[in-house]
């Protein structure tokens, strides 16, 4: 696609833009992650896992929401692998798949911190 010639006066030379067009690769599927942690309650059961493993029925309590709702997001957060769980028995148990998110949510807090 060419520029707009009528709005900017000054472009980068063409194998710039074909190299940031490639960067671009690096962040394909990120925004996936970005709409699950959109959701507010996500968010919590996320934060709630990052301080200790627990089941559907401590979340659905924690959260005083329905059990099929938790299922539901804990589905949706498995699918990309946000959390991971265990079985012991008849008892299904989440925890955070690794630390990544957990330092996304981090990053997330000190930044809105800041704005206070």
Same mark, same amino acid.
């Given at each position: ?5 009528? %709005?900017?006066? &000054? ?8 190299? #940031?067009? @490639?960067? =671009?690769?690096? +962040? ?34 924690? %959260?005083?929401? &329905? ?8 589905? #949706?957060? @498995?699918? =990309?692998?946000? +959390? ?33």
């Amino acid at each position: 696609m060419e520029p707009n010639r009528d %709005l900017c006066d &000054s472009f980068c030379p063409s194998g710039e833009t074909e190299e #940031l067009k @490639k960067k =671009l690769l690096e +962040v394909v599927g990120l925004s996936e992650i970005f709409k699950v942690l959109g959701d507010e309650t996500r968010t919590k059961i996320l934060y709630l896992l990052a301080h200790q493993e627990l089941c559907v029925c401590d979340l659905a309590s924690i %959260l005083e929401l &329905s059990l099929p709702a938790i299922s539901h997001h804990l589905r #949706l957060m @498995k699918a =990309l692998r946000l +959390v991971k769980y265990r079985r012991e028995g008849k008892m299904v148990y989440y925890s955070l798949d690794d630390e990544h998110i957990l330092n996304l949510i981090r990053e997330a807090q000190a930044h809105f911190a800041e704005g206070r």
